[in-house]
């Protein structure tokens, strides 16, 4: 049913709306009002030959789609709400081969492999490094400053520690870590005009980090080594992932884990330098609970979707099978009936049953330890550094369908 509050055409999927802002109270509205909305889209719009999806804007329901494989499919039109229309149907097949994109059984396959790379030894062997590259990353950030002491927080600090905890990760050389950026900033963002990336280009960029990836595991398998790749691609008689699947693996990584994490530390510091009494607070006491209400308030990736593979009810919805279902974890992360006064930063909440790393089920993120690390050990640095940054200017946000992403964060240590 519609919901008359909402002007005429709206969609939440819409990149310009992202760009501009998360569209917090349209969500708040549905949640009142429609908290399962049929969104109309115009046909052949996002890559995908219908007429709109379902918007899923409460908690509990977002969390029954994603704990509900068999009912709702990652599968059958991936978990991207929306692609450029002028994708083809065989380009959103090939994504069909990352994990993100698989349903159980193949899906319970793969991630039981690749979990290997994510236990809590293996996170805890990074941690050193990752502490001592957060230093390195917020002083070289300092000394590059202008003589005003002004520099983009984003590239100067926010992108470097995911970055550089995935190359550690898969151990990837130093010397070939920023291809591995450039490729994954091609993929992710294809919506955005400032950087003139068509799909062709976005495609193109996937296949370098096919290709690469699959070249360190052919070497890993001829000689391998005590790192995640040997673990992954050479493991005997416990099962592993053939070169193609390690392959798209990484291409997972340097989106899930490098886009995401980059962005959850950017809206943080912007939420800190705005909300100045939580900055105070952060700096005195370093609370442990920093880390998920950061990855709340920022929550990186605004929606996925799932494709109903049979008909069902969702919200007193009557959803057929084939239909598309779009759930809005922004939306969720701000429910009144999960979170008391879901729009004030606090840094010490808890507890806090965020969905920032996926409505739980067979999707929840893999890489939630590692992120949370990541994002501890650089505000720590920062606030151990500079105690005193502040803002120089608004952020730049990012056209993007489903990314809440930033460009660039103007701050100063001056």
């Not at 990752?130 to 070289?140: F, P």
């Not at 990336?197 to 000689?223: F, P, Q």
């Not at 593979?309 to 969702?314: G, I, N």
Request: proline share 7%; aromatic share 8%; glycine share 8%.
């Amino acid at each position: 049913m519609p919901c008359p509050a909402l002007p005429e055409g709206f969609d939440f999927t819409d990149p310009d709306l992202l760009q501009a802002r998360v569209p917090l109270p349209e969500f708040a509205q549905l949640r009142q009002t429609a908290p399962v909305w049929w969104c109309a889209q115009p046909r052949g719009i996002t890559g995908f030959d219908d007429e709109g999806y379902w918007a899923v804007t409460r908690h509990a329901d977002v969390k029954y789609v994603s704990t509900h494989p068999e009912l709702f499919s990652s599968h059958t039109n991936t978990a991207v709400i929306r692609f450029n229309g002028t994708i083809s149907r065989d380009q959103i097949e090939v994504q069909k081969l990352i994990m993100l994109n698989m349903d159980p059984p193949e899906h319970t396959r793969v991630r039981q492999i690749v979990q290997r790379g994510f236990t809590p030894r293996a996170i805890r062997s990074l941690e050193d490094a990752l502490r001592n590259r957060a230093r390195k990353i917020v002083e070289t950030a300092v000394a590059g400053a202008k003589p005003d002491g002004s520099f983009d927080f984003v590239n100067n600090i926010a992108v470097e520690l995911p970055l550089q905890a995935i190359a550690e990760l898969i151990g990837v050389p130093q010397e070939d870590r920023a291809k591995i950026f450039d490729w994954s900033n091609k993929m992710a963002a294809y919506d955005d005009p400032e950087y003139a990336i068509t799909e062709e280009i976005g495609a193109e960029a996937a296949m370098e980090i096919v290709s690469y990836s699959m070249n360190l595991a052919a070497a890993r398998k001829e000689c391998p080594a005590h790192d995640i790749v040997s673990q992954l691609v050479a493991a005997e008689g416990e099962g592993n992932l053939n070169s193609d699947e390690f392959g798209f693996f990484v291409i997972l990584l340097a989106v899930a884990g490098n886009e995401t994490t980059r962005n959850a530390i950017t809206h943080g510091m912007h939420a800190f330098l705005t909300h100045p009494e939580q900055w105070e607070l952060y700096k005195r006491e370093r609370p442990e609970t920093a880390a998920e209400e950061i990855v709340r308030w920022a929550t990186p990736v605004v929606s996925f979707q799932r494709t109903a593979t049979q008909d069902t009810e969702l919200g007193g919805q009557k959803i057929r099978a084939g239909d598309r279902v779009g759930i809005f974890y922004s939306s969720a992360n701000h429910d009144p009936e999960v979170f008391d006064d879901p729009d004030r930063f606090d840094v010490t909440r808890d507890p806090n049953p965020h969905l920032g790393f996926g409505g739980g089920g067979p999707h929840f993120c893999l890489g939630k330890s590692l992120a949370v690390l990541e994002i501890d050990l650089i505000f720590n640095a920062i606030a151990d550094a500079l105690p005193g940054l502040r803002l120089t200017g608004d952020p730049r946000r990012l056209r993007s369908a489903w990314l809440n992403g930033v460009k660039e964060l103007r701050v100063s240590c001056g």
